[in-house]
Every structure is written in C-alpha cells, then in structure tokens.
C-alpha cells in the first residue's frame, strides 16, 4: 500500500518516526508500506533471515528468547514508542536469534531491509534517533534479566502491565493469562492468583482476554523499580531532546 507521505506525517504515532525532521521523515515514508498486524503472526522466525523491519504504530509485539527446541520466552516488548527488527542497525547479520510475533492487532509502517540500511547510511537524524533506540532495548534486556532472577512474581507481573500499557498507550491490555505466564516464564496458575489479588487491591479489572488498568499510580507502587529504571531511561534518551548538543 502507498503512503501519501504529505497527508500522513500529522497522523503518525510511532514517537521514534514522530522525532524526525520533515525532510527525513517524508523519506522514510516514502520508502515505507502501511501493513496490518495480526496477533499471533510471526514478524521474524528463528534464524530465518529478516526480509523487513516495522516501526510500529498501533498494537504489540513480543520478541521471544528460545530456551528449547520449540519453547521460547518473552524478553522485551515493542509497540508504538519503538519498531521491530533492532539487531539490523547494529550488524549486517539478518538471521535473528530471536522470534518476533504480534501480541496484539494493529499496524506498522514496514520497510525492506535494503532500504533500512541505506536510510540509516544516508539520514544522518534517522541514524541517531534508530541507534538510541537500540540503546534503550539494552537497558530494557539487561533489566528485565535482573528483575526475573531478583523479585517476585507478583512485582513482575505488574511490571509487564505497565510496560504493556505504556507500549499500547491505553488503560485497556488485551492480554490472555496464558500470554502473561509465557511471558514471565511461569505456570498460567501463578499469574492467576496474582491477578485475582491485584483485582481485589482494585488495581485492574479482569474480562476474557482483556486486563483494566484502574489505578496505575498504585501498580507502579507495587511494581519493582525495574519498569521506572526502564521507563526513565527511554524517556531521558528519547523525550525530546535527541538532537540537543
């Protein structure tokens, strides 16, 4: 599908594109397609090659780690503050380690991995604005390592509430229970019981395949510091002031 690259700029939502000037972001939409996101479809298979990066406008993203043969385990997320494919600004290695699939619906502008590249080689503000990015996943990676091996379930489930919620930009996380135990690595019973208690803390309400986020502010309270560490992070590299001297 073509973008009108002039109609199109007031109306994107990706904050990495939305960082760019004009000029710049008018290439980068030129070079783009606007694609549907499906939940459940995969973006990026297990050392299949990479054949297209997507900045993500509206829905979810799970990037997964493989721990078996056939069993992965969720490491970071991706929504509108980012888009998927990172690995590529760093190597020419298109063959991922990780698998890439789609949370929840949506849509992202897609772009060819070539043309990745050469947008990267050729604009300088799109340069910075990818490789901060990238630094910022680093921190979300290490972090949630740490927190997985150091705080309870139930600190970590509120954390991936709130990453989610943030990613989504929304209140409303329309996330199973078997999707939140895949992505802590745990038994679908455990996230249950913590559930059940934050909905009696009347921290979020539960309805089939959905989670509401009523009282953020608490969750955070409760949460580990590991999604504040997080989130200030990304705000401190991305906020705005990317291109400050």
């Excluded at 990037?63 to 385990?73: H, L, S, T, W």
């Excluded at 600190?155 to 509430?161: A, D, E, I, V, Y």
């Excluded at 803390?201 to 009523?214: D, S």
Aim: proline share 4%; with cysteine; net charge positive.
């Amino acid at each position: 599908m073509a973008i009108n690259v002039r109609s199109m700029p007031d109306k994107i939502r990706n904050r990495l594109l939305r960082l760019l000037p004009g000029d710049e972001l008018d290439h980068v939409l030129s070079l783009s397609e606007e694609v549907p996101l499906t939940k459940r479809q995969v973006l990026h298979r297990y050392g299949v090659r990479m054949q297209h990066i997507y900045f993500v406008e509206t829905g979810l993203v799970a990037v997964g780690a493989k721990v078996g043969p056939q069993k992965f385990v969720e490491v970071w997320l991706t929504g509108s503050e980012g888009f998927v494919g990172a690995p590529l600004a760093l190597t020419r290695n298109a063959q991922p380690l990780h698998r890439r699939s789609v949370l929840v619906s949506g849509a992202a502008y897609r772009l060819g991995v070539d043309q990745f590249r050469r947008a990267l080689a050729d604009l300088p503000h799109f340069r910075i604005v990818v490789h901060t990015y990238v630094g910022s996943v680093f921190v979300q990676t290490v972090q949630s390592g740490a927190c997985n091996s150091a705080h309870q379930l139930k600190q970590r489930l509120s954390r991936w509430l709130l990453l989610a919620r943030d990613a989504l930009q929304s209140e409303d996380v329309p996330l199973t229970h078997q999707v939140l135990s895949q992505l802590l690595g745990v038994r679908r019973a455990g996230v249950t019981d913590c559930l059940v208690l934050l909905r009696r803390e009347g921290l979020i309400e539960m309805k089939r395949a959905h989670i509401l986020i009523r009282d953020a502010p608490r969750l955070a309270q409760i949460s580990c510091s590991c999604w504040r560490l997080i989130k200030r992070e990304y705000e401190r590299q991305l906020g705005g002031g990317v291109f400050c001297a």
